[in-house]
């Protein structure tokens, strides 16, 4: 019964790349087929030697910071912060990168780097108020290390 399942899965998958395959041939010229390649391996070469260390960085800075006094606290609202900050921004990249060229006739008339930074700058205010909250509303100290457990 499994077997069967995985097989018909399996082939589901295999005939909807098929088809995919065909729609692609048949939508993208064959400059572009050729250029997709190149496109690709530059997305693979940026994620690997730009995205990659700049996130090992930001992480190892974050780890860094985060062993001084009471900082552990909020840790969990940085890193949230700035991975809502580093989606949007790779969201907004294509549309920062081609407005006005012309390129995509879809793209709206607006301005996308104003509204990326508004964005961003809201997105950083949210993650300090919540930081400030976060602080305000926990024990700067725990009870335990101060001798306040236990009645003595």
Request: proline share 4%; aromatic share 8%; hydrophobic share 50%.
């Amino acid at each position: 019964m499994i077997r069967t399942a995985r097989a018909a899965l399996g082939a589901t998958g295999v005939g909807l790349g098929l088809w995919g395959l065909r729609l692609l041939l048949q939508a993208v010229s064959v400059d572009a087929l050729i250029r997709l390649p190149l496109w690709l391996g530059g997305a693979v070469l940026v994620d690997d030697f730009f995205l990659v260390p700049l996130t090992l960085a930001a992480g190892w800075l974050l780890t860094r910071w985060s062993m001084g006094p009471d900082r552990h606290r909020i840790v969990g609202t940085v890193r949230t912060t700035g991975l809502y900050v580093g989606i949007t921004t790779l969201i907004a990249i294509p549309l920062l990168i081609r407005q006005g060229t012309g390129a995509n006739p879809t793209v709206l008339p607006r301005n996308y780097l104003r509204d990326w930074l508004l964005l961003e700058a809201t997105i950083i205010v949210i993650g300090l108020a919540v930081a400030v909250l976060q602080r305000r509303f926990t024990f700067s100290r725990s009870r335990a290390s101060s001798g306040d457990i236990g009645g003595r």
